[in-house]
T-cell receptor, first 113, second 114 residues
């Protein structure tokens, strides 16, 4: 069935280093790939998203890359800061244009000062 | 402006009871989604409304779960004969457009079934 796999499940980096989180998806019709950040006890918040007609998108220290052929996409955070510590979820739209999202299992990012 | 709100923030109930969870989307948002998030997991899709109608309810786990959005704004998720396995955070999200666009999440309702 429809599936999104996310790796790693936990990631610990030193402040100032880069962090990379990777996701793969199964539905070749997926065309929208958002990334959400969720702090403990808080709601998920969108940090960046990409559509299938674009291979890369950048917003300050955050970038996302998409490889439609391989059906995988990645989140890159540069110059990490302690406030980047949170759980990050990738997601993929299912069945083209319905808006239904399938989420990955999440990555707990810890940035050590 | 106001974001998505959900009430109650916490709900504790006994096995077998009926519960209703409410979602107030951002004003004017056409699409509304319900997700369920278990501890340590990503949100799991339950149902999607486009206006008043349920466009996709394929994620509802069984017929104990039902959701309505009678006037195309507020939505209520209803769970009958609750089971301990229903315990989770129930998240609501809304989106300005039908179809693929950014979803804005509410704070969730933490449901605990004893």
């Amino acid at each position: 069935g429809e599936n999104v796999e996310q790796h790693p499940s936990t990631l610990s980096v030193q402040e100032g280093d880069s962090a990379v989180i990777k996701c793969t998806y199964s539905d070749s019709a997926s065309n929208y790939f958002p990334w959400y950040k969720q702090e403990l006890g808080k709601r998920p918040q969108l940090i960046i998203d990409i559509r299938s007609n674009v291979g890369e998108k950048k917003d300050q220290r955050i970038a996302v890359t998409l490889n439609k052929t391989a059906k995988h996409f990645s989140l890159h955070i540069t110059e990490t800061q302690p406030e980047d510590s949170a759980v990050y979820f990738c997601a993929a739209s299912i069945k083209g244009n319905t808006g239904k999202l399938i989420f990955g299992q999440g990555t707990t990012l810890q940035v050590k000062p | 402006g106001a974001g998505v709100s959900q009430t109650p923030s916490n709900k504790v109930t006994e096995k077998g009871k009926y519960v209703e969870l409410r979602c107030d989307p951002i004003s004017g948002h056409t699409a509304l989604y319900w997700y369920r998030q278990s501890l340590g997991q990503g949100p799991e899709f339950l149902i999607y409304f486009q206006g008043t109608g349920a466009a996709d309810d394929s994620g509802l786990p069984n017929d104990r779960f039902f959701a309505v959005r009678p006037e195309g704004s507020v939505s209520t998720l209803k769970i009958q004969r609750t089971e301990r396995g229903d315990s989770a955070v129930y998240l609501c999200a809304s989106s300005p457009l039908a179809g693929v666009s950014e979803q804005f999440f509410g704070p969730g309702t933490r449901l605990t079934v004893l």
